[in-house]
């Protein structure tokens, strides 16, 4: 019944959902309340508001986190008219739906849980974890409790989204690798981007992952099931972009079109109209065995190690 009302709602413009933050130490914040709240914005998406936010206390081992919570809380609060609030709960029972927000993975989890409890369905901005465990334990509580929920980078509503193929026999997505030591999984801060990428193109099915290290360049290839092979070029510096292999041409990725947030805000807002993922679990899940397996190779000096 509740989903259908979203559904109403949305189809009829009748209400404008109130959506709240989690985590305040993330340019996302700002970037995403200025296309949902700003109607002069040329990427904006209607039919929900940011109207409340949970500034939280930030990582001290993080230095782009601790030193940026003030900032871009202080920025929501005079530019979007965002109230603050002390706590995760408060937040809950002003809003509709939560964007988590806050940039460290590994605090994610325990965050999650107060959104559970509240039944406030939730987007989880990336990474959703900074380990797989993390992650296997997020969608087990998120599906005790029936709340919908998901996470994806941008990167995967892009240019990446208009290259799935049916006769696909394999892709190479490349992108900024930026590792973060902090986390168990230290492509889940940055690299996720270019590996959802590649998920986005090949879909679910990988077995094995071998992970070449290098001081400015990381190769990730990974085999799926059928055979394809996916190959994720992770670098120091440069840009971002996919390769497509089809049975009769390699296709190249077009230059994004828009803002780098436009699309995934507007599946966002989808998400909470109708309560159904864009993105299922499982696919999210098997990305985070993918770096999982990755990060095993890599210990074992470029072995192959297979998922979880």
């Not at 200025?34 to 081992?61: C, E, Q, T």
Request: glycine residues 10%.
């Amino acid at each position: 019944m509740k989903a259908l009302l979203f559904l109403f709602a949305a189809v009829c413009g009748a209400a404008e959902l109130r959506l709240g933050i989690i985590g305040t130490d993330t340019s996302h914040v700002v970037a995403f309340t200025r296309i949902l709240n700003d109607p002069s914005n040329p990427d904006h998406v209607p039919g929900a508001r940011v109207v409340a936010a949970y500034k939280g206390v930030g990582s001290p081992d993080l230095s782009y986190s601790h030193g940026r919570i003030e900032k871009f809380a202080a920025e929501l609060e005079s530019k979007f008219k965002v109230e603050l609030v002390p706590d995760i709960p408060t937040l809950c029972r002003k809003v509709d739906g939560v964007l988590l927000e806050s940039v460290d993975g590994r605090v994610h989890l325990k965050q999650a849980k107060e959104v559970f409890a509240a039944g406030k369905p939730v987007f989880i901005d990336k990474p959703l974890a900074a380990s797989l465990e993390d992650a296997r334990e997020i969608a087990r509580l998120a599906e005790r409790a029936g709340v919908p929920w998901f996470s994806a980078s941008g990167n995967r509503f892009g240019s990446v989204a208009g290259m799935k193929f049916d006769d696909l026999k394999g892709a190479l997505v490349w992108g900024p690798r930026d590792l973060e030591e902090h986390f168990p999984l230290d492509l889940s801060f940055y690299a996720i981007h270019s590996i959802e990428g590649l998920y986005t193109l090949m879909g679910t099915g990988c077995e094995e992952v071998r992970r070449i290290a290098g001081r400015d360049l990381d190769i990730l290839i990974g085999r799926w099931k059928d055979g394809r092979i996916g190959t994720v070029h992770a670098l120091g510096t440069g840009g971002s972009g996919a390769m497509v292999f089809r049975a009769k041409e390699v296709a190249r990725s077009e230059p994004r079109k828009g803002g780098a947030y436009s699309g995934l805000v507007s599946e966002i807002v989808k998400f909470f109209q109708t309560r159904k993922a864009p993105v299922s679990p499982a696919e999210t899940l098997e990305i985070f065995a993918f770096m999982d397996a990755a990060q095993r190779s890599k210990a074992a000096n470029g072995q192959p190690m297979k998922l979880r």
